[in-house]
């Protein structure tokens, strides 16, 4: 979550470098209290903070990008059991 820029006086304000900070202990609970709640495989979470320890703001958005992923999978099958249940129920009147 920590960035910070660094303008060079050289160049314009545009051109700004942007430095990666790595998480702290408390971005780092931040990180894992994230996935609670969620089944995932270890192998994700391992990735998570392994970016974590160099740059806290891109594990931030591995760890958003992978639940909003997860999420519409949920999504998507409970969608397809509900039509699937309402299917079976039509054939049986």
Do not use: W
């Not at 609970?29 to 709640?37: C, D, H, S």
């Not at 995932?40 to 990008?65: G, H």
């Amino acid at each position: 979550m920590s960035k910070a820029l660094i303008e060079d006086i050289f160049n314009d304000s545009e051109e700004a470098q942007e430095i990666t900070f790595p998480a702290t202990d408390r971005d780092l609970l931040i990180l894992t209290e994230k996935f609670l709640g969620f089944e995932i495989p270890s192998k994700v979470f391992l990735q998570a903070i392994a970016i974590a320890a160099y740059d806290c703001a891109s594990a931030f958005r591995y760890v958003d990008n992978y639940l909003a992923i997860l999420k519409n999978k949920n999504k998507r099958k409970h969608r397809k059991l509900l039509v699937f249940k309402a299917a079976t129920n039509f054939e049986n009147n």
